[in-house]
């Protein structure tokens, strides 16, 4: 029987775990942590988001690059997720901005243990605070506690490099390149952005929401929410920029990007509104005619001199587009998910490495970006299934 030596305990490898065939296997499980799946629960703080209800082709769009993700999500779905995650008694709802969450009431660790249980009926070791720390001259595995393991095939499943009290620090990151690996400097996704306020605006509108706005960068377009903080803004809507704005700040120094606080309406509805107003005061047109709360329109005075605010079409046009000048992302440590990782074009169709024969790298450790909202977990699971399908097929002349 081959020896499989999976490494990293997270969503991805859990579920390559759950799906090898142990038949065809003997599997060893190594985490440097002493337990399994830290980043899923501190994800399952805010919310457990497992993946997110959409067609496919809806799905795949989110994920950059989508061509990468499209075969591996065609092989396991979001409704092939749900219905596994349904067959391990972990039952899901659709919430409603169509993310899947698990049944009210369930905790994250409960959700973990439904998982984790599965895999220990299976014939699969685990060796927990076990960190891997690179190669031997012989090309064997080697661990910061002395051991030495000779595997026929070995899969990483290593993570990112945010949330290092996890265990996902990226501190494999040397060990690949000193193999010739191309490995990406890894930097902040899905993470908030810095924004200079001025004093008055932060004190009174700290933690306020901004709802059903779209945000702008470019050419991409973001519905959602936004929530001001003293250090800039973080919320859904400036997630799912995060790549392209991170990528802008590799070039500029800042960046500027669009808010509209009425994205359902044009700007000639809302001059029509503000015409109709029985209030003289702007204020009170805006709060009261146009629908817009106390916190935007701070933001509108912020963000206008005096001239704009009270020139009916110039405010007009500014509440449908905000220009906030973007100065920097957030530390690395406090983001949901990472930029960089082993690129894309090291691995082969299979996450087989190109360089290093037999060994396999799955999830958040790639390359790829996917916003909040379930995809990184669906994208994971993805990976996690579909390496599992190749290995257990007889197809394959791995080993
Ligand atoms: C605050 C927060 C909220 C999130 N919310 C969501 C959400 O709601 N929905 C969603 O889809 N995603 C969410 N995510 C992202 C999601 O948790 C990750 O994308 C996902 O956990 C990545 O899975 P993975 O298996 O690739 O790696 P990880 O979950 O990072 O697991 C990697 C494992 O490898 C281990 N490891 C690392 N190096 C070594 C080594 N050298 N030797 C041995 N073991 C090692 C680590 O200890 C870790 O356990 C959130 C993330 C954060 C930080």
């Not at 400036?238 to 991170?246: C, F, G, P, V």
């Not at 509209?260 to 009261?288: A, R």
């Amino acid at each position: 029987m081959k020896k499989l030596t999976i490494i990293g305990g997270g969503p991805a490898a859990l579920m390559l775990a759950a799906e090898i065939d142990t038949k065809q296997y003997e599997v060893t499980v190594c985490e440097k942590k002493k337990s399994l799946g830290r980043k899923f629960l501190v994800a399952g703080e805010g919310g457990l988001n497992l993946t997110y209800d959409a067609n496919l082709e809806a799905l795949t769009n989110q994920y950059v690059p989508s061509e990468f993700m499209r075969p591996i999500l065609q092989q396991f779905t979001n409704q092939d997720l749900i219905t596994w995650l349904k067959k391990h008694e972990v039952p899901t709802f659709i919430g409603s901005s169509n993310r899947v969450f698990p049944e009210q009431g369930w905790k994250p660790i409960e959700v973990l243990n439904k998982i984790v249980d599965f895999i220990k009926t299976k014939n699969i070791i685990f060796k927990l605070n076990t960190e891997w720390t690179g190669w031997n001259e012989d090309g064997n595995l080697i661990f910061e506690n002395g051991e030495t393991i000779e595997s026929d095939l070995v899969v990483f499943a290593l993570g990112g490099a945010s949330w290092k009290v996890t265990g996902s620090d990226g501190s494999w990151r040397k060990a690949f390149q000193d193999r010739d690996v191309r490995v990406e400097p890894f930097r902040a996704a899905n993470s908030a952005f810095e924004v200079i306020w001025n004093k008055n605006f932060i004190n009174t509108h700290q933690g306020k929401p901004l709802k059903n706005i779209t945000l702008s960068f470019g050419d991409l377009r973001a519905k959602g929410e936004l929530v001001i903080t003293k250090f800039g803004l973080e919320g859904n809507a400036i997630y799912a920029l995060s790549q392209k704005i991170q990528d802008a700040l590799l070039k500029e120094e800042r960046v500027v990007v669009h808010l509209d606080l009425k994205p359902t309406m044009t700007i000639e509805q809302l001059m029509t509104k503000y015409q109709k107003s029985n209030h003289s005061k702007v204020t009170d047109i805006l709060k009261t005619d146009l629908n817009i709360d106390r916190t935007a329109v701070g933001l509108l005075k912020h963000f206008s001199d005096k001239e704009t605010f009270l020139n009916q079409e110039l405010l007009v046009k500014t509440i449908k587009s905000i220009s906030i000048v973007i100065e920097s992302a957030d530390e690395l440590d406090k983001a949901i998910s990472t930029l960089g990782g082993i690129g894309l074009d090291e691995v082969d169709d299979h996450f087989q490495l190109n360089k290093i024969p037999d060994t396999f790298t799955i999830g958040e450790m790639l390359d790829w970006f996917a916003p909040t909202g379930g995809y990184l977990l669906q994208g994971c699971f993805s990976m996690g299934f579909s390496l599992a399908k190749f290995l257990n097929s007889s197809e394959n002349d791995i080993g």
